[in-house]
């Protein structure tokens, strides 16, 4: 039977869309096809030799193009797929199509619905939001897990324990130490040589990226650390392939940020970055660098690691049809690294009162996402507390910023099983949906206690810095006070600038109090810390110059008399000392609270000051400026990780009154007007 055009034609065509619907991606899914090529010269990793790329064409017929990448014995191609219908593709060399690719595993598949809420983005309405592509919200809750190896387990049994906990963040560097660095390896025998990359350390990211989809984690990948680039600070220059004395091209560690092929190699590597794991939408976000400022060989050309990082991240935006958020640290807002037109800042930050650090965290003033991606106590992890750990994820939680305080000690975490920690907050974040809420303000509302009142303690959070406030009132209402603006360094001759004048804290004291400054260390040069009440009767203390900075732990207080009184602290002293924390005694309600508020909703963390003592302390919380509507609170068990009984709530006038049961320890609360 002679058949005709036509009917061979149709054959074809219900042939291929057979194929196509045989072949099915769930959207946002990962699509892989491979294949090989004829006539291949030339390093496979350097796009300047091998460009070789994938055009899909969607079902709208828009045509999107990714790089693929070489897995060492074939090419390979990964996408995300993000239309509903049938997708096409073509391979290209250098932006021309390849007519026949050898073995090339797909050509065309068919996306088809599922539950993935897609990549996560910036909430163009709210800028301390991240939603996904479906308008769920992302409120980061997580922990770092910057490297493997030793008593620390692999990766997915890693993100299996943050997947259990309901944690949803990981941050995880490309460290050459545990084998995860394209460039170099554990083994300097085994390097790739300059150019080419160790498939062993993909594979390992391969894995990553597969637990991280499993257990419903996202990453942010550090793409470089401080280290490769330093001989100072935590230094891995002297391991560096680049490095001239292994064999490489750069001189000094910080010619990394101008050197032509040093910039044209990591352009490269990015590529291969985008092209191997940009399908994924549980990379959350790259991080160009890991604490860039402590590469200190920069630092007096500075303005080159700033150019650098906004050519990498054009380099990255250029490549990546899935735009993925590009970060960097520290870009503290006001520091060079903010403002540069990157996705969100991120902050670190180690202090001995983390309390105090999230009560004064905040983003106003910025128009990108800010949040801590690494915290943790000043000085030794080993001895810190599980109280500290609880302390900072709960009060970061009461921050108005875009995601909860990241911890960094993830190998203290699973030595000591901290986990349920984690989970009672993501419970908590879960339970009454808070993630979804958002345009928080920190506020601080006022406390009524009974029984005696006791100390109140808190740090200045800023680190190496000028200060910036010199006048803070401290209420005798139980509210923090905003210690936003002031270092933990004060500042002696020596760098006058940073401390023009000295710090006034103005007291109201109910009953006579003493205010204690508790020292931590002070420098090779010397200090002189200085106290006095109404600017007179100055008690002081004197640390003589001594060649090295010293841990000291010294405390100089002074009595306050009852009533309205200044303290004032200065250093007349040639260079700083550190606080470890300021005490006022006898000052404030035994019960603290931090929140943060928006237009119907207060979040809030209550903690009995004299926990250590298992005397429980009973509240009342007076919160202000919530509208008309019927409210309803509830309340957590932060150590428990449970709901507790509904208090009782009254409106009086423009407050919302919660009569909160006795705290032993502390209790998380929210309450929302209907």
Same mark, same amino acid.
């Given at each position: 039977?002679?058949?005709?055009?036509?009917?061979i034609?149709?054959?074809?065509?219900?042939?291929?869309?057979?194929?196509?619907?045989?072949?099915?991606?769930?959207?946002?899914?990962?699509?892989?096809?491979?294949?090989?090529?004829?006539?291949?010269?030339?390093?496979?990793?350097?796009?300047?030799?091998?460009?070789?790329?994938?055009?899909?064409?969607?079902?709208?017929k828009k045509?999107?193009?990714v790089?693929?990448f070489?897995?060492?014995?074939?090419?390979?191609?990964?996408?995300?797929?993000?239309?509903?219908?049938v997708?096409?593709?073509?391979?290209?060399?250098?932006?021309?199509?390849?007519?026949?690719?050898?073995?090339?595993?797909?050509?065309?598949f068919?996306?088809?619905?599922?539950?993935?809420?897609?990549?996560?983005?910036?909430?163009?309405?709210?800028?301390?939001?991240?939603?996904?592509?479906?308008?769920?919200?992302y409120?980061?809750?997580?922990?770092?897990?910057?490297?493997?190896?030793?008593?620390?387990?692999?990766?997915?049994?890693?993100?299996?324990?943050?997947?259990?906990?309901?944690?949803?963040?990981?941050?995880?560097?490309?460290?050459?130490?545990?084998?995860? /660095?394209?460039?170099?390896?554990?083994?300097?025998?085994k390097?790739p040589?300059?150019?080419?990359?160790?498939?062993?350390?993909?594979?390992?990211?391969?894995?990553?990226?597969?637990?991280?989809?499993?257990n419903?984690?996202?990453?942010?990948?550090?793409?470089?650390?401080?280290?490769?680039?330093? /001989?100072?600070?935590?230094p891995?220059?002297?391991?560096?392939?680049?490095?001239?004395?292994?064999?490489?091209?750069?001189?000094?560690?910080?010619?990394?940020?101008?050197?032509?092929?040093?910039?044209?190699l990591?352009?490269?590597?990015?590529?291969?970055?985008?092209a191997?794991?940009?399908?994924?939408?549980?990379?959350?976000?790259?991080?160009?660098?890991?604490?860039?400022?402590?590469?200190?060989?920069?630092?007096?050309?500075?303005?080159?690691?700033?150019?650098?990082?906004?050519?990498?991240?054009?380099?990255?935006?250029?490549?990546?049809?899935?735009?993925?958020?590009?970060?960097?640290?520290?870009?503290?807002?006001?520091?060079?690294?903010?403002?540069?037109?990157?996705?969100?800042?991120?902050?670190?930050?180690?202090?001995?009162?983390?309390?105090?650090?999230?009560?004064?965290?905040?983003?106003?003033?910025?128009?990108?996402?800010?949040?801590?991606?690494?915290?943790?106590?000043?000085?030794?992890?080993?001895?810190?507390?599980?109280?500290?750990?609880?302390?900072?994820?709960?009060?970061?939680?009461?921050?108005?910023?875009?995601?909860?305080?990241?911890?960094?000690?993830?190998?203290?975490?699973?030595?000591?099983?901290?986990?349920?920690?984690?989970?009672?907050?993501?419970?908590?974040?879960?339970?009454?949906?808070?993630?979804?809420?958002?345009?928080?303000?920190?506020?601080?509302?006022?406390?009524?206690?009974?029984?005696?009142?006791?100390?109140?303690?808190?740090?200045?959070?800023?680190?190496?810095?000028?200060?910036?406030?010199?006048?803070?009132?401290?209420?005798?209402?139980?509210?923090?006070?905003?210690?936003?603006?002031?270092?933990?360094?004060?500042?002696?001759?020596?760098?006058?600038?940073?401390?023009?004048?000295?710090?006034?804290?103005?007291?109201?004291?109910?009953?006579?109090?003493?205010?204690?400054?508790?020292?931590?260390?002070?420098?090779?040069?010397?200090s002189?810390?200085?106290?006095?009440?109404?600017?007179?009767?100055?008690?002081?203390?004197?640390?003589?110059?001594?060649?090295?900075?010293?841990?000291?732990?010294?405390?100089?207080?002074?009595?306050?008399?009852?009533?309205?009184?200044?303290?004032?602290?200065?250093?007349?002293?040639?260079?700083?000392?550190?606080?470890?924390?300021?005490?006022?005694?006898?000052?404030?309600?035994?019960?603290?609270?931090?929140?943060?508020?928006?237009?119907?909703?207060?979040?809030?963390?209550?903690?009995?000051?004299?926990?250590?003592?298992?005397?429980?302390?009973?509240?009342?919380?007076?919160?202000?400026?919530?509208?008309?509507?019927?409210?309803?609170?509830?309340?957590?068990?932060?150590?428990?990780?449970?709901?507790?009984?509904?208090?009782?709530?009254?409106?009086?006038?423009?407050n919302?009154?919660?009569?909160?049961?006795?705290?032993?320890?502390?209790?998380?609360g929210?309450?929302?007007?209907?």
């Open positions: 039977m002679k058949l005709s055009f036509a009917t034609l149709l054959a074809i065509l219900v042939s291929s869309q057979s194929i196509a619907a045989s072949l099915t991606v769930p959207k946002y899914a990962k699509f892989e096809a491979s294949f090989t090529l004829s006539n291949q010269t030339g390093n496979p990793y350097d796009p300047d030799q091998n460009d070789i790329e994938a055009a899909f064409r969607d079902p709208y045509r999107i193009v790089p693929a070489w897995d060492g014995d074939r090419w390979r191609v990964r996408f995300a797929p993000t239309q509903l219908g997708y096409t593709l073509q391979i290209l060399r250098s932006g021309n199509p390849i007519p026949n690719p050898g073995d090339l595993t797909a050509a065309q068919r996306c088809i619905p599922s539950r993935d809420p897609g990549f996560i983005r910036v909430d163009a309405v709210h800028p301390q939001h991240f939603i996904f592509d479906n308008g769920q919200p409120y980061p809750q997580g922990i770092d897990l910057a490297w493997s190896g030793g008593s620390v387990p692999s990766y997915p049994v890693m993100l299996g324990d943050l997947g259990a906990a309901h944690m949803n963040w990981a941050r995880v560097w490309m460290t050459y130490w545990d084998d995860k /660095a394209l460039e170099w390896t554990s083994d300097k025998s390097n040589p300059i150019g080419q990359y160790s498939l062993d350390a993909a594979r390992r990211w391969d894995a990553i990226f597969d637990a991280a989809a499993a419903g984690v996202y990453i942010q990948m550090t793409l470089q650390h401080h280290g490769q680039y330093t /001989a100072k600070v935590d891995n220059w002297n391991d560096n392939p680049f490095n001239v004395k292994n064999g490489g091209f750069l001189q000094n560690p910080d010619d990394f940020f101008t050197d032509p092929e040093a910039r044209k990591t352009r490269a590597k990015y590529r291969y970055i985008v191997r794991w940009g399908y994924s939408t549980h990379l959350l976000s790259f991080e160009l660098f890991n604490e860039v400022q402590n590469i200190r060989e920069a630092d007096n050309h500075f303005d080159d690691v700033v150019n650098w990082h906004k050519e990498m991240a054009s380099t990255l935006r250029s490549i990546d049809v899935d735009h993925h958020l590009i970060t960097t640290s520290n870009s503290d807002p006001g520091t060079p690294l903010a403002g540069i037109g990157l996705d969100y800042d991120q902050i670190h930050i180690y202090t001995p009162d983390i309390t105090s650090y999230f009560s004064s965290l905040s983003a106003a003033g910025t128009s990108v996402p800010v949040f801590v991606g690494e915290w943790g106590p000043q000085g030794n992890s080993g001895t810190m507390p599980v109280s500290f750990l609880h302390d900072g994820i709960w009060s970061s939680i009461m921050a108005p910023v875009a995601g909860q305080g990241q911890f960094w000690f993830w190998d203290e975490t699973l030595k000591n099983n901290w986990w349920p920690q984690f989970k009672s907050a993501t419970s908590f974040v879960h339970a009454f949906n808070i993630d979804a809420l958002t345009g928080f303000t920190s506020v601080r509302p006022k406390v009524t206690s009974t029984g005696a009142r006791t100390n109140l303690t808190f740090t200045p959070p800023g680190g190496w810095a000028p200060n910036t406030r010199f006048d803070v009132p401290v209420s005798s209402d139980g509210t923090m006070p905003d210690l936003s603006g002031l270092s933990y360094f004060i500042q002696g001759n020596s760098h006058r600038d940073m401390l023009a004048k000295s710090i006034k804290f103005d007291l109201n004291a109910q009953s006579p109090c003493k205010f204690i400054v508790s020292i931590n260390s002070t420098s090779a040069g010397g002189h810390p200085r106290l006095t009440v109404d600017g007179a009767n100055p008690v002081e203390m004197d640390f003589p110059p001594s060649g090295k900075n010293t841990d000291v732990r010294k405390e100089l207080s002074i009595d306050v008399p009852a009533g309205a009184h200044s303290v004032e602290l200065f250093n007349t002293g040639s260079d700083w000392f550190t606080l470890r924390r300021i005490t006022i005694t006898n000052y404030a309600p035994a019960v603290g609270v931090l929140a943060k508020q928006n237009g119907r909703s207060v979040v809030f963390w209550a903690y009995n000051r004299d926990r250590e003592t298992n005397s429980p302390a009973s509240a009342s919380l007076v919160l202000s400026g919530l509208p008309g509507g019927k409210a309803e609170v509830h309340l957590w068990d932060p150590w428990k990780g449970e709901e507790l009984r509904a208090p009782d709530l009254r409106r009086q006038g423009t919302t009154i919660i009569n909160l049961p006795g705290i032993d320890r502390d209790i998380a929210v309450v929302v007007v209907r």
